[in-house]
């Protein structure tokens, strides 16, 4: 069976790195904000061009930690988009604020940006871009809306780690310098990272990161992890204890090394499955031109997923779904008031896409071999 995700592959390549940066940390024995968080946060701030990061314990705290350091309070209103994850709204939510939702491009799978100034209301305060499986969302056009509004940008990036994006579009002179490539994460008030063990970069257990130029956000964020601790025994605010540990940074530090190479065979496993698979009923995803896709999933649509997962699954190829429900399907959301047919195209993407096999250990063979079975496939 070729496994959806497999992570012991990559662990046996790195072991013997691992286990020295691990026993390092043994050896000085400072689990707690330690140097190696310290040093992966400066490496984390050089490998995105951003000023500040800061280390906490996951993807979910990072988005919500960020908000409330942007200000994001009870009564506020923050869009995003209908199809993704639990965890981007909430974020929103911890900060007592509303998620108002905007439908998906099926193109990206992305929030539709065509839609977002239709859900501004005097409460907005804050868009949430989800860079949904590696691809980022047209920035460009949600920075344009955001200077419009003076909306604050906080960026999900916790499946795009290293994914980029083209800032060429929509730019005012003062921001002629910031032309050309930027990193996922660099270019909003905030970027917030997971360190899930499955995203393209992960620990072994939860983790997550803010990175941001802003040094107030910054100085807020340092506090809001740690208690709201100034000093040892002085707290400025009631703070939460959101830390990212020693031993994840030190594995983090490891992996970050080999972060751009694995993103490159990511990159050309999706290049090969597009090569070699020629069934036209099952639509694989796209490149937009402008960003660089780092392919956390490689999510396929299929207008009859059930049927192409058992058959698949029956020629040992595992499939996964990202995600079956739209969030505002979701029970835990039914207070927002969204009815079935609200998001037709979340509610599309809900029910056609699959997630197939990729990840930078995977073989070529095996994706020729997925491609052969997908071929023979017949709906
Ligand atoms: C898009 C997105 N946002 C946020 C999160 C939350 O991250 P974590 O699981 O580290 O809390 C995840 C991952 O699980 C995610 O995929």
């Not at 907005?124 to 949904?132: E, G, M, Q, R």
């Not at 032309?179 to 917030?192: F, I, N, R």
Request: charged letters at 25%; a positive charge.
């Amino acid at each position: 069976m070729i496994p959806v995700t497999d992570l012991s592959r990559q662990y046996k390549i790195i072991k013997n790195e691992l286990a020295r940066a691990m026993n390092a940390v043994f050896a000085h024995s400072n689990y707690i904000l330690g140097e190696e968080v310290k040093t992966l946060e400066k490496e984390m701030a050089r490998y995105l061009k951003v000023k500040y990061a800061v280390g906490v314990n996951s993807g979910t705290d990072a988005l919500f930690l960020a908000l409330k350091a942007c200000g994001i309070k009870e009564g506020d209103e923050v869009i995003t988009s209908a199809f993704g994850y639990i965890a981007s709204v909430l974020g929103i939510s911890f900060c007592g604020a509303k998620p108002v939702l905007v439908d998906a491009d099926p193109r990206d799978y992305n929030i539709n940006t065509a839609l977002i100034e239709k859900a501004i209301t005097k409460k907005t305060k804050a868009i949430l871009p989800v860079h949904l499986y590696g691809q980022t969302c047209n920035m460009p056009e949600i920075m344009r809306i955001a200077r419009k509004y003076r909306l604050k940008v906080v960026e999900d990036c916790a499946q795009a780690h290293g994914a980029r994006q083209q800032m060429t579009a929509g730019l005012r002179p003062a921001d002629v310098g910031r032309q050309g490539w930027q990193m996922a994460g660099a270019m909003g008030e905030a970027g917030c990272f997971s360190f899930y063990p499955t995203k393209n970069l992960g620990a072994y257990g939860d983790g997550g990161m803010v990175v941001t130029n802003n040094a107030k956000i910054y100085q807020q964020l340092l506090l809001l992890r740690d208690y709201g601790r100034r000093d040892r025994y002085q707290f400025a605010i009631k703070g939460y204890n959101s830390r990212l540990d020693e031993l994840q940074a030190a594995v983090l530090r490891v992996k970050l090394k080999h972060l751009d190479s694995w993103n490159r065979q990511r990159r050309s496993l999706a290049q090969l499955y597009r090569e070699k698979s020629t069934n036209r009923k099952i639509v694989l995803p796209m490149e937009l031109p402008g960003r660089r896709h780092v392919y956390h999933l490689f999510v396929a649509r299929s207008q009859q997923r059930k049927k192409l997962q058992g058959y698949l699954a029956k020629n040992g190829v595992g499939t996964a779904i990202h995600y079956p429900i739209p969030l505002h399907l979701q029970e835990a959301y039914r207070d927002l008031g969204y009815q079935r047919g609200d998001f037709p195209q979340a509610e599309k993407l809900a029910r056609e896409v699959v997630s197939l096999p990729l990840y930078p250990e995977l073989r070529p063979a095996e994706v020729k071999m997925i491609c052969r079975k997908l071929a023979e496939y017949k709906e």
